[in-house]
């Protein structure tokens, strides 16, 4: 079925840095695209950034452009996210997430990891 | 990239049926078929329950279904039952090659 567990996450200053961690198991991680999506205290679903399965290709967000890296290691079944820069707007559980469709990433995501809390604060 | 739009609460009787609607614009639900919904309970991560506008990965009850309609989604939830009180977002890519999320629904089985 496959699974996804991130970590990583804690507390961070404003204007600091943080770098997210998530380990891919009992799937070919190689084939598929891998996502970011995070959610703020009480707030919906944000979508943050993704990764094609090779790596060549990286999308990110608006509210993230600049600031946020996303990568991957595909012999250690990993993906990445490095943040910097980083705001109280950037507060939330962030999640990495298994694209279903190997062509076009069009945000069908059927495995999440459990979630890996960011708090910016002084 | 604003958000879709989705009804803040939903209710509805165990076996009733009930309806979410998800509204974008024709640069992101009205230009492709790639609408998908996602069920979150309190503290748990979302699950896709529907992707492709009407598809239903498998294990996921045939209660679920989508549809779509110019700019606008729709998941239907038929035989309610008391698990599905939770919280339903819809998603769609977009003609600027991201994807975005709508703001969420909750559901309450009464």
């Known amino acids: 079925e496959g699974q996804l567990v991130e970590s990583g996450g804690g507390l961070v200053q404003p204007g600091g840095s943080l770098r997210l961690s998530c380990e891919a198991s009992?799937?070919?991680?190689?084939?598929?695209?891998m996502h970011w999506v995070r959610q703020a205290p009480g707030k919906g679903l944000v979508w943050v950034s993704r990764i094609k399965y090779d790596g060549t290709t990286t999308t990110y967000a608006d509210s993230v452009k600049g600031r946020f890296t996303i990568s991957r290691d595909n012999a250690n079944n990993m993906v990445y996210l490095q943040m910097n820069s980083l705001t109280a707007d950037d507060t939330a559980v962030y999640y990495c997430?298994?694209?279903?469709?190997?062509?076009?990433?069009?945000?069908?995501?059927?495995?999440w990891g459990q979630g890996s809390p960011v708090t910016v604060s002084s | 990239q604003s958000a879709l739009t989705q009804p803040a609460s939903v209710s509805g009787s165990p076996g009733q049926s009930i309806s979410i609607s998800c509204t974008g614009t024709s640069s992101d639900i009205g230009a492709y078929n790639y609408v998908s919904w996602y069920q979150q309970h309190p503290g748990k991560a979302p699950q896709l329950i529907i992707f492709d506008v009407r598809n239903r990965p498998s294990g996921v009850s045939r209660r679920f279904s989508g549809s779509k309609s110019g700019n606008a989604a729709s998941l239907t939830i038929s035989g309610l039952l008391a698990e599905d009180e939770a919280d339903y977002y819809c998603?769609?890519?977009?003609?600027?090659?991201?994807?975005?999320f709508g703001g969420g629904t909750k559901l309450t089985v009464l």
């Open positions: 997430a298994r694209e279903v469709g190997a062509d076009i990433p069009a945000g069908a995501f059927d495995i």
């Open positions: 009992a799937f070919t991680f190689i084939s598929y695209w």
């Open positions: 998603s769609s890519y977009t003609t600027i090659n991201t994807l975005v």
